[in-house]
């Protein structure tokens, strides 16, 4: 079934609010084997829409709008579709009593404008609307299946997910099932090269997306139900897996942050952090989750010199012959940090995230990483920079080094 | 002039990603005075995106384009805009020894496929790429124009508004001119109750756009040259400046990180901070910021009761008197931040983000935020709980109130 999304508001075409509802719509219609071939937006402008929604319609099987389905004059698509369709628009008694129902509990009147929202064109499906007073509905004529649903998101991701989705199941001859294979230190293209033939499948099928210094794999397989849907994946993440070994840090397991928590919390384990260059992104990415606190210590982020010597002991001398980025001070931060922290393992990070501060022999984006267990300290030394990748992007890699440190050594005592 | 955004991409209709380039380039054509009448996303597939384009360039003066400039055999758009244009593609030189150089300094070897990209349709006017390898062109025929730019919007953002704003205010016949007024402290509903009458104006416009726990309020003003327009917008800003007092923090000034950090830098003042609830956001938002090393001199994320007093000195007995979210330990966090950092300013900041973690006499959202500078101590308690405002939206506010603290007690010496 193929289908297209079509969303209606002037505020889209302003840019004054994101098109979140094409996003949301597009992933999950992929997930009940429904191809989204085009987004269209337009503004609520009632020819415009008009001709946008027959041009829809001459092209898929499934138009999904999203918007004009309120109370105000500018609401128009149920009206437009009611004319597409030639199925005039009739009274729905008990959505009126609904409607009349909310009104009354929030003492307001009911006025024409809302009475028009109980109106549908004759023959449609009504999905009901349980967080606000627009219903979305369904109709179909001659194989041409138009979907309604309103445009503020809170309102129209319930309804696709409780009423929507359901109603379209019965178009689609089977179930989609899906798993996300999340990869760390290996680039798209190399995981593509290693996969290639993996990648040739349709059915169950794998294909990369890329993440921010990340690959993401997602295997897909469709089947009559659930059970054969990932009893054809269950082969295919294997064989991934085995291939890939420890660059794959986890199967839909969220982020490296996740994981990282994850396995700290498994091993009963508290680590303590010290960040230079990325000035407390690894232990805001950490604390972003609920139950940190029982595995993060403390972090300290020293940006000056003086505060690596001050609160991790960092000898001055070391700073003065080695610089404050190098694999020395990485170490000794990281020790330090365990020191101070009382925790089972460091990490000290120490670069340059630029756009300033680099020089021929310690460019932007060279980056020292060091983890440290109490018995043994492990350093890696990055070198990051490269057309398109900004300050942002070494501090995000960076931190995701750091991560992917503890995970290996979390997993096998062995971090790089 | 009416424009339409056509952008080219499968992920975007997989809902891989989000459309963040339509959403852009709407705002910001909005801003130079041109209409935006649709926006279409289609797949990486020529026939589509062929008929996708001829039927914009039917009805739209300008169609502005997103993806497809890459350099593998998926990246079409300029292949089919010199077909529809009837303009052949032609070697631009310079621009194949500029992406030459690139894979030099990178020690990639250039492959037939990168040389494509230096090939442009005849007549193009070419747009440098500061961030990538693909340029992006405009061309015109016939009163109809394409802009063409690449997808990734680290790349397209800047070629907009360096290359293609410019380029575009040729065909308009006037000026728009903006500046927004930072507003922190206060809701949009009241920020609108305050400026009421000034919204009702066309030109200058003032309009609020709500940012995370913010309010952004626009003025714009459409003139035949840029003096003309400032002189509209000056006694705007002026009024809304008057009403709102210290409730704005900045006009044009990008965020609250950036104002904090100019302020300090200003100064010649260095900060030290304490960050248990918010994890090291506070110290990422700033050091998000290059130049940051000059001001921010270390933070301690003391995210166990331990780690307070390990590293900040907190004493025990005050942690188990009053807890560790209390305005004592927020205040002894701040001074010992200020003590450790041997800086000018200490932050410190305790509270409950969630989801657990709360009791009734200290709710989730329950955050005490205190700042020192070695002469006083000022406290600042916050209950930030309501629905709809989860573990993000906490920690970020809290972030942001520290840094308004600061804000304030760098511009008169009184925070709060």
Not at 153 to 158: A, D
Not at 234 to 243: H, K, M, Q, S, Y
Not at 366 to 371: F, K
């Amino acid at each position: 079934m193929d289908a297209e999304i079509l969303c209606v508001g002037t505020e889209i075409l302003l840019g004054n609010i994101q098109n979140t509802n094409a996003r949301f719509l597009s992933e999950q219609l992929s997930l009940i084997g429904v191809n989204v071939f085009r987004h269209t937006a337009v503004g609520d402008n009632p020819a415009r829409l008009k001709s946008a929604l027959g041009e829809a319609l001459s092209r898929a099987d499934l138009v999904i709008t999203t918007g004009g389905l309120g109370p105000t004059c500018d609401d128009l698509t149920k009206e437009i579709v009611a004319d597409l369709f030639g199925a005039p628009l009739k009274l729905h008694a008990p959505t009126l009593m609904s409607i009349a129902e909310t009104f009354r509990q929030l003492g307001r009147e009911l006025t024409e404008n809302n009475k028009k929202q109980a109106y549908f064109p004759e023959g449609a499906h009504i999905l009901q609307n349980r967080y606000g007073t627009a219903p979305g509905f369904a109709l179909s004529k001659d194989g041409k299946t138009v979907l309604l649903l309103p445009g503020p998101p809170r309102e129209m991701e319930p309804m696709f997910m409780e009423e929507a989705a359901p109603y379209l199941s019965r178009f689609s001859d089977g179930v989609i099932r899906s798993h996300d294979l999340h990869l760390f230190g290996i680039g798209e293209s190399a995981a593509e090269a290693m996969l290639r033939d993996l990648m040739q499948s349709a059915n169950p099928s794998l294909a990369p997306y890329a993440k921010t210094g990340e690959v993401l794999l997602r295997a897909t397989a469709k089947a009559e139900n659930s059970e054969k849907a990932e009893s054809l994946l269950r082969p295919l993440v294997d064989e991934v897996r085995r291939r890939v070994g420890r660059l794959c840090y986890g199967v839909d397991c969220g982020s490296l942050e996740c994981r990282v928590l994850e396995l700290l919390l498994d091993r009963g384990m508290r680590v303590a952090l010290a960040e230079s260059c990325t000035g407390g992104l690894t232990a805001k990415r950490l604390t972003d989750l609920p139950g940190a606190s029982r595995a993060l210590e403390c972090a300290a982020v020293t940006y000056s010199n003086d505060s690596k010597t001050r609160l991790l002991g960092v000898p001055k001398s070391v700073i003065d012959r080695y610089g404050a980025v190098s694999r020395q001070v990485a170490c000794l931060m990281a020790r330090g940090a365990r020191r101070i922290g009382k925790a089972h393992l460091g990490v000290g990070i120490t670069g340059i995230a630029g756009p300033d501060g680099g020089t021929p022999g310690k460019p932007v984006g060279l980056v020292h990483i060091a983890l440290c267990d109490g018995r043994l300290t492990w350093h890696k030394e990055l070198r990051l920079a490269s057309p398109g990748r900004d300050r942002a992007y070494i501090r995000h890699i960076s931190a995701s080094h750091a991560l992917d440190m503890l995970r290996r050594y979390l997993e096998k005592s062995e971090p790089v």
